[in-house]
């Protein structure tokens, strides 16, 4: 596909359970953002990757949140020990890698911690 | 980055100009005005981006005010499918590429 995929689209966890949330870019881009979304709010940025380099987590919550980016193309968000309060739309995002360039966002991973 | 203030909601006739205004009065001399908006259920998408000047593009038009402490996001002929939440965001030249977004205004666009 031509844009940015997120897996799985929708994921219950108990609370203490570990998640995985995928996201694909789009081919090519070098800049990778995962947000936050909680309900009704506006996305807070969480963590950012330059290729394989994650350059800015200044927003993980916490240590329970984890991103990688090996190879620099597919990334993975993992939240260990789960908490209500991680209940939110997480949202990834790329781009070609310029601080001006258009950021392209896919559908989001709802997370339901009960 | 500077801060920004939105309407948290505002309505509009299908087929009528929707004007969507947005204040940052404390913006500086190389901070961009951008606009993204996000469609129920899905993820945010980009609009349209300025410095100064006035710009078009085929969703929006932006007017910035010559001080630049506010702007006005203009979608032309409103229809149905632009009912979304619109963010205005002030992004500094050569700055962080993380989006800093407010909590936007809601705009629904009526029959």
């Known amino acids: 596909g031509a844009g940015v995929s997120q897996s799985p689209r929708y994921k219950v966890a108990k609370r203490g359970q570990d998640v995985a949330l995928r996201c694909d870019p789009i081919s090519g881009h070098v800049s990778l953002f995962w947000y936050q979304q909680a309900l009704g709010q506006g996305p807070e940025f969480l963590t950012y990757f330059q290729n394989e380099a994650q350059l800015d987590k200044s927003g993980l919550p916490s240590d329970r949140f984890f991103a990688e980016r090996p190879e620099g193309s597919v990334s993975t968000l993992k939240i260990q020990r789960t908490q209500q309060e991680d209940s939110a739309v997480y949202l990834c995002?790329?781009?070609?890698?310029?601080?001006?360039?258009?950021?392209?966002f896919g559908p989001g991973t709802r997370l339901t911690v009960l | 980055d500077a801060k920004t203030t939105q309407p948290p909601s505002m309505d509009c006739a299908e087929g009528r100009a929707a004007n969507l205004p947005c204040n940052h009065s404390t913006i500086s001399g190389n901070e961009y005005v951008y606009w993204y908006r996000q469609i129920h259920s899905q993820g945010p998408q980009y609009i349209i981006h300025g410095l100064k000047n006035n710009e078009t593009n085929e969703m929006a038009s932006l007017i910035i005010t010559e001080d630049r402490k506010s702007s006005t996001l203009i979608l032309p002929h409103a229809t149905l499918r632009d009912t979304a939440v619109y963010y205005c965001i002030v992004r500094s030249q050569g700055g962080s590429e993380k989006l800093v977004f407010g909590k936007g205004t809601k705009l629904t666009v009526n029959p």
């Open positions: 995002a790329s781009s070609l890698g310029f601080w001006d360039n258009e950021q392209f």
